[in-house]
């Protein structure tokens, strides 16, 4: 199966990104947000390797380079293409970093900080809909009626649908209101 995924390791728990389709996927269960990744990947091709440093692995916990620290590793058609440790930074602003079964450390530019944290990986916009683009939404109770909001044709103003005169709307403030919610959802 042709998969590209994503594993993000750090103190033996694991963030795993998995392309699904046309979607990316997290820990198997939500979508995944594609800014990071797409930031996380751009920064990982724009990193230029400016100084090699120490090959020995007893400084690689200092510079945050152990076996147990940030840990990229790139698979595609589950194959593994590249795992790289990504360290602190260097006084200079540079950050450390190794390929994963080497000891030889590096400092590079260009490369922008990675979160390990699943919270900032996760897709939390559930629905996007732009005001002007919601034709009419439905609201069910559990008991009653329905409640429909439409936008008139002609005037493309926002109107509760079949609603009794006494329970008219004052203003149309509301109904905008619940519309401009569907946005970033």
Not at 91 to 117: C, D, M, W
């Amino acid at each position: 199966m042709y998969k590209r995924q994503v594993l993000i390791s750090k103190g033996g728990k694991q963030l795993v990104l998995t392309k699904i389709g046309n979607m990316w996927q997290l820990n198997g269960g939500f979508y995944a947000s594609i800014d990071p990744l797409f930031d996380l990947v751009q920064s990982l091709k724009a990193a230029e390797i400016v100084e090699t440093k120490t090959a020995n692995p007893d400084r690689h916990e200092q510079l945050e380079l152990a076996e147990t620290d940030l840990l990229i590793s790139l698979f595609q058609a589950d194959e593994l293409q590249h795992a790289i440790y990504v360290g602190k930074q260097s006084t200079a602003g540079l950050t450390f970093v190794r390929h994963a079964g080497e000891n030889q450390t590096y400092t590079v530019k260009g490369l922008s900080p990675i979160t390990f944290n699943e919270d900032s990986w996760a897709l939390k916009t559930v629905l996007d809909v732009a005001p002007e683009d919601v034709q009419a939404v439905n609201l069910t109770p559990i008991t009653g009626d329905a409640i429909v909001v439409e936008r008139n044709r002609e005037s493309g103003e926002l109107q509760l649908v079949n609603m009794p005169a006494e329970h008219q709307l004052k203003t149309n403030a509301y109904l905008n209101q619940l519309i401009g919610g569907l946005a970033r959802l």
